[in-house]
């Protein structure tokens, strides 16, 4: 081809456009040969018009001769269009707010040349060949370079851009395709996954159809007759506000996907290789999964349905499982393979880029660019970001040496409201988690939110759940920075212990010398932690600590900030075992440095041969300060006449004393204070230690109600008052097995035999029993012995505890065969059964003598049949007859006078039986009543249920658990409550009003208001 020299023609540098341009009058006055080209459609403001002719020219610019090839354009304009791609042929840069042209860094004065940044060109290319049914042009592409954006740029970063627009995206469809060995997609199943299209709005069918008709028009997707296909819908697209994003559902194809274990990039890791950069760019790629093809033979089983067809990707598809790692390997292995990780990192399809200094980041821009051009990827201009001193990035600000929570979700979380249920605490939390590196004791601070999202438990939020998430709301809008890892500087560690959680910070001095945090850490204490003693507990913070921040201190020589006795109690106490042994060997590992910390609290007693004790010290408390008063004495307006000032503090004095006038707003506080840092005192002494100082009407009452709504005190202290319950028996019965209880004794297994259970079946009527010695407690065995009784009879109903054997659905199942009725008694309540607590004893103590007075080593198991016979012989204490003559008629031994009949028959004998059990009961619930008051509760009611007190053992735990909602009302002394059972998995629990107590919710407490 030919090429005419051009001199003397105005030339205008058109930064949004990106191809250069000629008129068809220079190109006739100049005689330029011309040559046709594949069309190309141009959009402009006055109007479109397609360039189908090209031609090749000389321009001088500054020093430079170049040849380049320009577009015709069917015009009169007197001067020629030079598009920015062009102007890197003359290392060209253009400073827009100035208006001025740099070549080779040096300002150039061209009369000839012009520059236009608001002229903005829309150049459409049909680099395809196809063409659509209206004007042979496909019409999807967009501007690259928008001139507002451009205008912002340095003339550096414009000179890159001019030479490598082609790395950038013309259009969401215009993807760069990496030249790699596709990943195979590997099933666990061969049947084929095959899915209906999903029913769309016409909306969204329009939408689908012009999205498919474009993917198939670039060679992403083709007709498929595929056996595979999964639905399409649309999901919202952020930057274009509306539902654009066209989205396979690959469920059904996901579930039986072999998972593929390529690491994801580690967040903290990415941020710790910022450390001392000065400046940053961002780089997006456009439609990053769509840069990698995807292998001939899974091409079927990624295959999508629409109302109109079947299609099939040619690259790889957003949605499917095994995506994201398949990409963050190719975008790893690319920039490992050039050696670029000392200056860029990337977190799936953000590229970041960071220098130290603004050359040496044009350098490391240049190299990015390159092999993006090697590599064929293709970049998203409007989301990248260019040369800044501060980025955000992963949902953080980033600058030199520091960072700190990004704005838009910062505001995001000021905005929150109190959450009105778990799902909205979760979410919550889980905003907030993100930036738990940037809040100090922050697992602290969110206890009292954890408790609501433990499994069965209620939702209560109370007025400290109201303040935890204030308080973590306040941390974060605060705006906390942190400094970034730096492994030139020194390192300290600071370590925190509390009653519920352990903490941790990591500090480097900054530019002026202070320490300044890196990264806080803290989690709450696992239940069997709580049972560590201080000393223990100090141990844990610094080994939990330096497991958090081992990537930081290992190999490195720093400093931990602690009461140092902890540590050399550990390093010098003998006979190591368990988890001291552990912890030494993980201290043994680093090298470190310790440096005692003023103020801490614990003192050792003998740190080299005993765990060591906590000791008295003398520390000052401070209810409020004088300045806080002050303020909220002022806000509250109390009347002045009926007190006096002193120091500007309104008093009233009353027996010699002058006693500070609290306002309404700080008597919750002084309460919560004196109640906490005085170990949860009584109400009386309560009232000492707070009136003395501090007055306000009805305050005596205040601080009993204070008291009394404390949950800590509810759940820990015994009450002196009647328990909840009159006494109920089992209405007695002259018929012989009406009624039987069963019930266990253990206990046996050191006398002589292998069995050591010893099961009891007793009548109610008669009192008689037998016994069966056994090796377990299984629903076999009570089935076994159940059986051998019923051989006698079969009794009207069985009553049991709620052991697991007897709650069984086998046992239950038994028992319905032969038409029984189970009755269970309440959870931890012996008295229920109370006619087999006292047969126990009593076959117990018979056995007891009769072991202890043999002369030989005789198995219980030989004795307790003498025993059970004789129990049966013997006359009851509250029947006055024997058992066995109740129930078989049998005397318990022959009378020498045969003329004397000591029992009347055995049915008058059973009638009398069943008088004298009625008389019996009668006094007896006299005497028990007389302790107890009935219970008052009813369904809804809150309520804390007393634990079974283990003789000798678990001194510290909580003499009550809860609180608790009654779910119904079984009967008078028996209520369900939201208590979970152990045994049964059930989330309720059937319990006895003994062992109820009502909760007072500390979220209901009111104070009086004057």
């Known amino acids: 081809m030919s090429h005419t020299l051009l001199d003397n023609i105005n030339i205008v540098i058109v930064t949004g456009s990106t191809l250069s341009l000629i008129s068809a009058d220079i190109v006739n006055k100049l005689n330029i040969p011309r040559q046709h080209t594949r069309p190309v459609r141009v959009n402009q403001a006055h109007g479109n018009f397609q360039l189908t002719q090209i031609c090749e020219v000389y321009l001088q610019i500054g020093q430079i001769n170049k040849r380049i090839m320009m577009y015709i354009i069917e015009n009169h304009l007197p001067y020629i269009i030079l598009g920015l791609p062009d102007c890197s042929l003359y290392k060209l840069a253009i400073d827009c707010d100035k208006n001025e042209i740099l070549q080779n860094g040096k300002y150039i004065i061209n009369q000839h040349t012009k520059i236009n940044n608001q002229m903005s060109l829309h150049i459409q290319e049909n680099t395809n060949n196809k063409v659509d049914n209206q004007d042979g042009i496909v019409n999807t592409s967009e501007e690259i370079f928008p001139p507002l954006i451009v205008k912002q740029l340095s003339p550096p970063i414009l000179s890159l851009l001019s030479k490598y627009s082609h790395v950038f995206s013309k259009n969401k469809y215009d993807v760069g395709k990496i030249r790699i060995e596709p990943t195979r997609k590997n099933l666990t199943s061969d049947l084929p996954v095959s899915q209906r299209a999903y029913r769309t709005s016409a909306t969204e069918e329009v939408e689908i159809n012009k999205q498919v008709k474009n993917l198939l ?49 580690r967040i903290d890791t990415l941020l710790d290789k910022l450390t001392n950069a000065k400046i940053f760019s961002t780089l997006d790629l456009a439609s990053g999964y769509w840069h990698i093809p995807l292998h001939e033979k899974d091409k079927e089983k990624l295959a999508f349905v629409t109302d109109e067809g079947l299609y099939e990707f040619q690259v790889l598809p957003f949605g499917f499982r095994n995506a994201p790692a398949i990409f963050n390997r190719t975008i790893r292995r690319i920039l490992n393979k050039h050696r670029c990780s000392t200056f860029a990192c990337h977190y799936f399809d953000d590229i970041v880029i960071f220098s130290n200094s603004l050359e040496e980041h044009y350098a490391h821009l240049e190299q990015i660019f390159k092999i993006c051009e090697e590599e064929n990827i293709k970049l998203k201009f409007s989301k990248c970001v260019f040369a800044k001193d501060k980025i955000n990035f992963l949902g953080y600000e980033i600058k030199e040496g520091c960072i700190t929570p990004d704005n838009h979700n910062i505001e995001s979380i000021k905005k ?144 931990i900030h602690t009461d140092h006795a902890a ?27 310790v440096k005692y910390l003023k103020g801490t609290a614990n003192v050792e007693a003998d740190m080299l041969s005993r765990h060591p004790t906590a000791q008295y010290i003398q520390h000052s408390v401070h209810l409020l300060e004088l300045d806080e008063i002050k303020t909220h004495q002022n806000l509250d307006n109390l009347d002045n006449s009926k007190y006096k000032k002193i120091n500007d503090v309104l008093v009233l004095k009353r027996k010699n004393l002058f006693k500070i006038v609290l306002p309404f707003s700080l008597r919750r506080k002084v309460l919560r204070n004196a109640h906490e840092q005085f170990g949860h005192p009584g109400t009386q002494k309560m009232i000492n230690l707070i009136t003395p100082q501090y007055y306000w009407p009805h305050i005596n009452q205040d601080i009993s109600v204070f008291v009394k709504h404390c949950d800590v005190c509810q759940l820990n202290k015994k009450k002196r008052q009647k328990r909840f319950g009159l006494l109920q028996t089992v209405p007695p019965t002259d018929r012989p097995f009406e009624y039987l209880s069963i019930d266990t004794v253990g206990g046996f297994n050191y006398y002589n035999s292998t069995k050591k259970y010893l099961h009891l079946i007793i009548d109610h ?4 029993v037998r016994a069966f010695p056994s090796k377990s407690e299984t629903t076999e065995t009570y089935a076994n012995c159940v059986k051998q009784v019923f051989q006698i009879q079969v009794p009207t109903k069985l009553l049991s505890d709620r052991n697991g054997a007897f709650t069984s659905s086998k046992f239950k199942r038994f028992l319905r065969n032969y038409n029984v009725k189970h009755l269970l008694t309440s959870s931890h309540h012996p008295q229920t059964k109370g006619k087999c607590e006292r047969v126990n004893q009593s076959i117990v103590t018979k056995l007891k003598c009769k072991i202890n007075s043999s002369p030989t080593k005789t198995p219980w198991t ?57 008389k019996y009961h009668d006094k007896n619930k006299i005497k028990y009543d007389a302790r107890f008051i009935d219970s008052p509760f009813k369904a809804g009611d809150i309520v804390m249920y007393e634990e079974f007190n283990y003789p000798n053992r678990r001194k510290l735990s909580p003499v009550f658990s809860g609180p608790y909602e009654i779910v119904k009302k079984l009967s008078d002394v028996n209520y369900e409550i939201t208590k979970p059972n152990a045994l049964t998995k059930k989330p309720t629990e059937i319990v006895h009003a003994s062992k109820l107590r009502t909760f007072y919710l500390p979220e209901e407490l009111k104070l009086s208001h004057e």
């Open 416 to 559: 929150l409201q109190p959450p009105k249920n778990v799902k909205q605490l979760q979410g919550f939390l889980g905003s907030v988690n993100l930036y738990n590196r940037f809040i100090d004791s922050y697992a602290k601070i969110r206890e009292p939110l954890n408790q609501l999202l433990k499994k069965d438990k209620k939702w209560h939020w109370t007025a400290e759940c109201q303040e935890a998430f204030e308080l973590l709301k306040h941390e974060l809008v605060t705006k906390p920075v942190l400094q970034l890892y730096d492994p030139k500087l020194p390192l300290h560690v600071f370590c925190d212990v509390s009653q519920v959680a352990i903490g941790a910070v990591l500090k480097q001095p900054d530019s002026s010398g202070n320490l300044h945090p890196v990264s806080y850490h803290s989690r709450t204490l696992r239940s069997y932690e709580k049972n560590y003693c201080i000393t223990e507990l100090e141990c844990l913070a610094i080994v939990d600590a330096l497991d958090k921040f081992y990537y930081y201190l290992h190999g490195k020589k720093f400093i």
């Open 765 to 768: 009527a008669t009192r008689y």
């Open 862 to 918: 030989k004795l307790l049949e003498q025993v059970i016979n004789e129990y049966n012989l013997t006359p009851h204490s509250v029947t006055k007859f024997p058992p066995a003559y109740l129930l078989f008629g049998t005397l318990p031994y022959s009378p020498p006078l045969t003329q004397n009949q000591f029992y009347p028959p055995v049915e008058e004998a059973r009638k009398l039986a069943k008088q004298n059990t009625i």
């Open 217 to 265: 028009a670039e060679g992403l997707i083709k007709e498929s007759n595929s056996c595979y296909s999964s639905p399409v819908t649309l999901a919202y697209k952020r930057d274009e506000m509306k539902k654009t994003r066209l989205c396979i559902d690959h469920r059904k194809i996901n579930a039986i996907c072999k998972t593929d274990a390529e690491p994801l990039p």
């Open 567 to 593: 540590l050399v109690w550990l390093k010098n106490v003998k006979n190591l075992r368990g988890k001291l042994f552990r912890w030494s060997l993980k201290l043994s590992m680093f090298d470190y440095e």
